[in-house]
C-alpha cells in the first residue's frame, strides 16, 4: 500500500521535473535527443524509462518552446539537435522561479530531529 | 550502422511493431519522428558494442527505453484510441468491464425498438458478471461505472421475469381459456377480470411457494441478483411468502363476493 502511495506520487512528480530538466539541460547549448538521455540519466529516479523523454522532446517542439536541427552524421543516423527557443527561455524562467519557491517552503516546512 | 544478430533484428523489429501500433491511434504524433529517434538511440547506445549485436545487448537497451506504449502519451491519443488501448492491453477484469458497456450502449443505439435489445442487454449482464466474479466486489473501484449500469438493468429484468413471469403467462394463459370458455359458453365473466383472477392466482401461488424455498436456500436469490441481493435473508423471503398468501386470501375474498 505504502509503495503503490509512493510510486504515484513519484510519478506525478517526475512528470513535471523531467519537463523543467530537459530545458535546463539544453538551455544556452545544442544537444541531441540521445545526449539529453544521458544527461537526465545521471539524476537518480528521475528517468524511470529512457523511451519517456522523446514523446516529452517532441511536445516541448510542437508546443514552440524547443527547436531543431537535423544535421547529417557519417557515424550513423541524421542526428536532431534541440536549443531552446524565445519562447522556451521565457517559460524557463518562470519554471526555474516556480521550482525555486516550492523547493524553498517545501524545505522551510520540514522540522530538524 | 550497427550490425544486429538476426535474432536481435527480429526483437527490434518486433519492437518497433508493437510502437507502431500505439502510433495508429494517435492523430499529433509523427510516425517517421518516432521510429528515427528510437533508431538514434539505439544506434548511440550499441556504439562500441561487439557486432553483429546481441539479442540480450539489444534487450537491455530496449528495456531501459521503456514500453512500446510510452512513446505514445495519452494526451497524444484520442477518446476512441484511449478505448481501444484499453480494451487491447488492459487487464482482463477491464476489458470485460469495456465489452460490457459497449453491448449495452450498442444495444440501445441499434436495436432500441426491437427484441434484439434483449440479447445484448442479456450478454453485457453476463459479461458484467463475469467481471465482478473476475475482480471481486471490493477490488472493482471504477469500473463500477462500466459495470453497473447493465448489472441493474439485468438485474432488475430478471428479477421482474422470476416474480412476475408466472402470473403474466397464466394471464395469457387465461385470455386463451376465456376465448374457449365463451365458445362453449361455460362463462359469462368478463375477460379482463377473468384474467386478473388467473394472473393473481398463479402469482399468489408462486410467491408463496417461491418465499417458502428461499426461507430454506435464501442464497438461490443472492446468486442471480449479486450484487443487489447481498443481503437478501429468510425475513425477505417471509416477506414475499406473507405477500403471496396475502393475495390468495384477497383473491378468495373477492371471488366469494361474486356469488
Redesign the interface.
Known amino acids: 500500500m505504502d509503495d503503490r502511495f509512493f510510486d504515484n506520487w513519484s510519478t506525478q512528480l517526475r512528470k513535471g521535473m523531467l519537463e523543467l530538466c530537459i530545458l535546463n539541460a539544453i538551455d544556452g547549448t545544442r544537444l ?3 545526449d539529453i ?1 544521458r544527461q537526465l540519466r545521471g539524476i537518480d529516479a528521475l528517468v ?5 523523454v ?2 516529452i522532446l ?2 516541448l517542439r ?1 508546443e514552440g518552446f524547443v527547436e531543431t536541427t537535423i544535421e547529417e552524421s557519417a ?6 539537435y534541440y536549443t531552446l527557443s524565445e519562447k522556451g527561455r521565457g517559460i524557463l524562467v518562470r519554471m526555474n522561479d516556480c521550482w525555486a519557491k516550492m523547493k524553498t517552503g517545501a524545505d522551510g516546512l520540514k522540522r530538524e530531529e | ?2 550490425e544486429l544478430s538476426e535474432t536481435a533484428r527480429k526483437g527490434l523489429d518486433d519492437y518497433l511493431r508493437q510502437v507502431r501500433t500505439y502510433l495508429r491511434w494517435s492523430r ?3 510516425r517517421d ?2 521510429e ?6 539505439i ?3 550499441l ?1 562500441g558494442t561487439p557486432q553483429p549485436v546481441s539479442s540480450s545487448a539489444l534487450e537491455g537497451v530496449l528495456a ?4 512500446p506504449r ?4 495519452p ?2 491519443l484520442g477518446w476512441w484510441g484511449k478505448l481501444i488501448l484499453k480494451l487491447r492491453t488492459d487487464s482482463e477484469d477491464w476489458r470485460l468491464a469495456y465489452i460490457s458497456f459497449a453491448l449495452l450502449l450498442a444495444g440501445f443505439l441499434l436495436f432500441l425498438a426491437s427484441p434484439l435489445l434483449l440479447v445484448f442487454i442479456a450478454a453485457s449482464f453476463i459479461t458484467s458478471r463475469a467481471a465482478l466474479a473476475a475482480a471481486g466486489d471490493e477490488n472493482l473501484g471504477a469500473q463500477k461505472w462500466l459495470l453497473y449500469p447493465a448489472l441493474v438493468i439485468g438485474s432488475a429484468i430478471l428479477a421482474t421475469a422470476v416474480l412476475c413471469g408466472p402470473g403474466l403467462l397464466a394471464g395469457t394463459a387465461g385470455a386463451e381459456l376465456y376465448q374457449l370458455a365463451r365458445m362453449r359458453h361455460y362463462s359469462d365473466m368478463d375477460i379482463v377480470e377473468f384474467v386478473i383472477i388467473s394472473a393473481t392466482l398463479i402469482t399468489g401461488l408462486w410467491w408463496v411457494v417461491s418465499g417458502l424455498t428461499l426461507c430454506k436456500r435464501p442464497a438461490l436469490a443472492r446468486g442471480p441478483l449479486r450484487p443487489f441481493a447481498d443481503r437478501f435473508n429468510r425475513h425477505h423471503a417471509l416477506a414475499l411468502f406473507s405477500t403471496g398468501v396475502l393475495l390468495l386470501i384477497l383473491l378468495a375474498g373477492y371471488i366469494a363476493s361474486l356469488w
Do not use: C, F
Request: hydrophobic share 30%.
Open positions: 541531441y535527443g540521445y538521455v524511470i524509462s529512457e523511451g519517456t522523446y514523446p517532441s511536445r510542437r557515424e550513423g543516423p541524421a542526428r536532431k | 550502422m550497427v499529433s504524433l509523427d519522428e518516432v528515427q529517434n528510437i533508431a538514434a538511440h544506434e548511440r547506445e556504439e531501459r527505453l521503456g514500453s510510452q512513446w505514445v502519451p494526451e497524444a
